[in-house]
Each structure stands twice: as structure tokens, then as C-alpha cells.
């Protein structure tokens, strides 16, 4: 099997046209669910998730598989609070963008987030033409609850992030709303 590489990742080549299932991860998945992110990371696309990070996470992740064994996609739907929950880790192989496969895991995992009564889904991000197309809203900081914060004190772009945040209200009836709004 062939492979591309760029950075230090190596991505199989995969065919652009194999049957694709979704399904939850599983433990087998964390690697190529690494290398994916990374891949996209090293490109300044999104933030690279430790292995540590994807085991403690593992339940939160989708991951799209083709017909011949290779993970194509990736997302997870990461619960924040009783009222929002984050749609992170969103990652498409290369060799299959423009297939609607990062839209198929979003909504799986907006589907999630409704089957679990979650009234609110967010994310951060640079593809902000994607997630506006499924309906997100373009939103400020200061419009998310403070629990979206915890985890971004940790992360190495802290003092000058570039991520813009977006969000999609599934149910407006219990959804955040900013005290005082």
C-alpha cells in the first residue's frame, strides 16, 4: 500500500470511491484516528489530540471506515455541561474531502447530542464555511457558557488562538443564554 507523507505523518492511501460505514470508535481506531488529526494539525487545520487524550475520550468519537479497513473520518461529540456539548477532533482523510463525509459526522453527532437531550452544540474552528452550512452560527466567546474554557487554558494556543467559535441551538427552549441576555 502506498502512503502520503507530509510533516512527519503518514497517511495510507485510501480509494476515493470504496464504500464507507460510520460507526462509534473503537480502541483499534485510536491510532489511525491520531494520525488523521495530526495530518490536519501539522497543517495548522486543527489541534492535535495526545493518545492520551483519545483513550480517556474514545466514547465521544464517530469514526467513518471504508469498505477495505481504513478510517477515513473522524469526530467526536465531547459533553461539556447538562447544556452544550462540543462536535471536536473532526478530520477527513485528504484523499476523501468534498465526499459530504465530514457533514455525515457532524450530523451524527448533532443526532447524538439530541438523542441526549443536549440543547446546544459548539465548536471551534477554522472551516467556518463548513460549519455554517449545516446551520452553525458564527458566536463570540463571551457569548459560550464559561465551562467551554476549562479545557482551553491547557492548550498551546491559549494567548492567540485563531479558532472561531461556532453554534448551533437544537433545542431554544433549554439552550445557554448569557445571564443578563
Not at 492511501?13 to 494520525?35: C, F, G, H, S
Not at 466514547?59 to 462536535?87: K, M, N, P, T
Request: proline share 5%; with cysteine.
Amino acid at each position: 500500500m502506498s502512503t502520503i507523507e507530509v510533516g512527519t505523518t503518514v497517511l495510507p492511501k485510501v480509494r476515493w470511491n470504496a464504500q464507507v460505514e460510520l460507526r462509534k470508535a473503537r480502541m483499534k481506531d485510536v491510532e489511525p484516528i491520531y494520525t488523521l488529526i495530526k495530518y490536519w494539525a501539522e497543517r495548522g487545520l486543527m489541534l492535535v489530540r495526545s493518545h492520551n487524550h483519545l483513550y480517556e475520550n474514545l466514547r465521544d468519537f464517530f469514526v467513518l471506515e471504508d469498505e477495505d479497513g481504513q478510517i477515513v473520518g473522524s469526530g467526536a461529540l465531547h459533553i461539556l455541561w447538562h447544556d452544550i456539548a462540543e462536535v471536536r477532533g473532526l478530520a477527513i482523510h485528504p484523499e476523501r474531502q468534498g465526499q459530504g463525509l465530514g457533514r455525515w459526522i457532524a450530523l451524527a453527532a448533532e443526532r447524538e447530542a439530541k438523542d441526549l437531550g443536549i440543547p446546544q452544540i459548539f465548536a471551534w474552528t477554522l472551516q467556518v464555511r463548513f460549519f455554517t452550512s449545516l446551520g452553525y452560527q458564527v458566536t463570540t466567546r463571551e457569548q459560550l457558557p464559561p465551562k467551554v474554557f476549562a479545557e482551553c487554558s491547557a492548550c498551546p494556543f491559549y494567548d492567540n488562538c485563531r479558532e472561531i467559535g461556532v453554534t448551533k441551538v437544537l433545542d431554544p427552549e433549554n439552550a445557554y443564554r448569557k445571564p443578563g441576555a
